[in-house]
């Protein structure tokens, strides 16, 4: 009877952790930051999150800061995604403005999360990149391996939901 009791008791436990959802950014990352955190739970096809590539990293700007950083990936092409607080120099559309013309931006999309700009900037060599902030509260980077069209990064924003 007692063998029974328990061996329920451990099929139950593991059926409520098999079917609880799992988290996309792990608690100890999160637990590290302190802005909010976005995250692609949307259709991205053909990309997916790898989700061994997400960490925190040092902010290269400002070392009391830290930046996360995960990667999404399709069969050709992989995306760095990093996600900081918004400085206080970009908190308002006139900094974001600032930025992204520093960035050499050449074509704006709007998305679920707001207005993202698509840039070249001349520190990497005109690779493009994408720059968002959505309600001026985390600066969001992207920046792919080859190129994508509006649509593909419109899908990738399109696809972020604010998890914490």
Excluded: H
Excluded at 10 to 31: D, F, H, N, Q, Y
Excluded at 49 to 60: E, G, L, R, T, W
């Amino acid at each position: 009877m007692i063998l029974v009791a328990v061996g329920l008791i451990t099929l139950t436990g593991l059926g409520v952790s098999l079917l609880a959802p799992k988290e996309e950014i792990p608690r100890a990352v999160k637990a590290q930051l302190s802005f909010p955190l976005y995250y692609p739970k949307g259709d991205l096809t053909p990309f997916k999150v790898d989700p061994n590539s997400i960490k925190v990293i040092p902010n290269p700007q400002d070392s009391s800061q830290k930046v996360l950083s995960l990667l999404l990936v399709s069969k050709d092409n992989k995306v760095t995604i990093s996600e900081q607080v918004t400085p206080d120099l970009v908190s308002e559309q006139v900094g974001l403005d600032k930025l992204a013309s520093l960035m050499q931006a050449y074509k704006e999309i709007i998305t679920s999360v707001g207005r993202v700009e698509l840039t070249r900037p001349k520190e990497l060599k005109g690779a493009q990149t994408a720059v968002a902030d959505p309600n001026f509260t985390t600066l969001i980077f992207a920046r792919p391996d080859n190129d994508l069209s509006e649509d593909e990064w419109r899908r990738i924003f399109n696809s972020f939901e604010v998890v914490r």
